[in-house]
């Protein structure tokens, strides 16, 4: 029979999540374990607790949509977590693996860019590479460029480098990362390179196992950054991410500033230093 594994695994972490006095069932008796119970959920779905332990056993590869959007709402899951979901329901049966992710960066997407000034802006491509920055992303967030070419990656950042702590709610930015790593990860389960950077970074740190068992998931990220700089001080951005529907797997993150705030002077006194040669980070 077919199995899927991490779709059990998702099912029952969202369980465990879950808020019972939210769930529109009697409480009965005490409860000893977080989260609804999995009859609970299988009454919510409307399927048998046979059927649902099945599933959260990773013993039924194959529920059918319409299944899907049951399990999705008793378990209360988020847009992010319903894609996701949906992701490690059909890449068993799809063979959806997309195994070689496209690395160069969309000229589009390089251009706009160039175009945002001295706003930092960087690429994102599959699970979570830099594939660009411009000279303000080097200078206010990492020189990702200075790093080998296998290292150009924003959750080893988190993770692997303490000046990723720069980032004010260090930790809640982290989980925002982890999660869309994941989201990628469900999206490409045959994708190689993906594997291979969750194996090294869960055996690396173990902050990074922590956070991956939490089974997060990421679509977008909080709009409001504050950057606590080593040299130009508390700098706070309003970030848009861009991604042409033609290209998914990329998204450029512009890093904005209001016009005469504090931010933008000294992100202005900063590139000036930057360019003159100075050391700024």
Do not use: C
Request: glycine share 8%.
């Amino acid at each position: 029979m077919a199995s899927n594994a991490p779709l059990g695994e998702f099912l029952r972490s969202r369980r465990l999540a879950s808020d019972p006095s939210l769930a529109p069932l009697p409480t009965k008796g005490v409860r000893r374990v977080p989260g609804l119970r999995r009859e609970e959920i299988a009454q919510l779905a409307g399927v048998s607790p046979d059927y649902y332990a099945r599933l959260e056993q990773g013993r039924q590869a194959t529920p059918s949509d319409s299944v899907l959007r049951a399990l999705a709402a008793a378990l209360d899951l988020d847009a992010a977590e319903r894609v996701h979901l949906f992701n490690l329901a059909h890449s068993p049966v799809t063979g959806r693996g997309g195994g070689t992710a496209a690395r160069s960066a969309r000229p589009g997407l390089i251009h706009l860019m160039e175009a945002v000034g001295d706003s930092p802006a960087v690429l994102h491509g599959r699970g979570t590479d830099v594939l660009a920055l411009n000279e303000a992303a080097r200078a206010v967030i990492a020189d990702f460029y200075a790093k080998p070419a296998g290292e150009r990656n924003v959750a080893r950042w988190f993770f692997l480098d303490e000046s990723s702590r720069r980032f004010d709610d260090w930790e809640a930015v982290a989980g925002d990362v982890m999660g869309m790593l994941r989201l990628d990860v469900g999206r490409y389960p045959d994708d190689l390179r993906l594997r291979s950077l969750v194996d090294d970074m869960r055996a690396r740190s173990p902050l990074f196992a922590a956070f991956w068992e939490e089974q997060r998931v990421a679509v977008d990220v909080p709009v409001r950054k504050v950057i606590r700089h080593p040299t130009a001080g508390t700098l706070t951005f309003d970030v848009v991410g861009v991604s042409p529907p033609s290209e998914a797997d990329q998204t450029l993150f512009v890093f904005t500033m209001k016009s005469g705030s504090p931010t933008q002077e000294a992100v202005a006194r900063l590139m000036a230093e930057w360019r003159s040669g100075g050391a700024v980070t």
